[in-house]
């Protein structure tokens, strides 16, 4: 929990990550790994709920951050990572269309690919 509440942080932080966020595919193998436990015990032994409910609020969360045209495509190819239920599909695909208008049109290729790839395996 302390690691995926670091990522966030960065994700959420005005500054430039010095890592160029190269750890986004970290967090999305992180978040199927989490899906699949039945429940977890923080530092502080407080138990929380199932591992599918930690991500599910967790994909929410970062569909609600504002993104940096600079990690639109990271966060895309981040989410093939995860699988997806048709409601967050959809919130992900929403969040990506209405950040296309947003980029600069060097940066609409790669984002199109990533959501290309995303998409192969969708159920919508």
């Known amino acids: 929990s302390q690691l995926v509440g670091m990522w ?15 750890w986004l595919p970290l967090l999305g193998r992180l978040l199927a790994v989490v899906e699949g436990r039945e429940k977890f ?10 591992g599918m409910d930690i991500k ?25 990572e995860v699988k997806l239920s048709s409601d967050q599909q959809l919130e992900v695909f929403d969040k990506f269309c209405s950040s296309l208008v ?5 940066s609409i290729p790669p984002l199109v690919f990533q959501m290309l790839q995303l998409s192969k395996d969708s159920t919508l």
């Open 56 to 80: 599910e609020n967790l994909v929410r969360d970062i569909c609600n951050l504002s993104w940096d045209q600079d990690t639109v495509t990271s966060i895309c190819s981040m989410f093939k």
């Open 41 to 50: 015990v923080p530092h502080n032994n407080q138990i929380v709920p199932s």
């Open 8 to 22: 966030m942080e960065e994700l959420e932080g005005e500054e430039r990550d010095k890592t160029g966020f190269r």
């Open 102 to 106: 947003k980029l600069p049109a060097q």
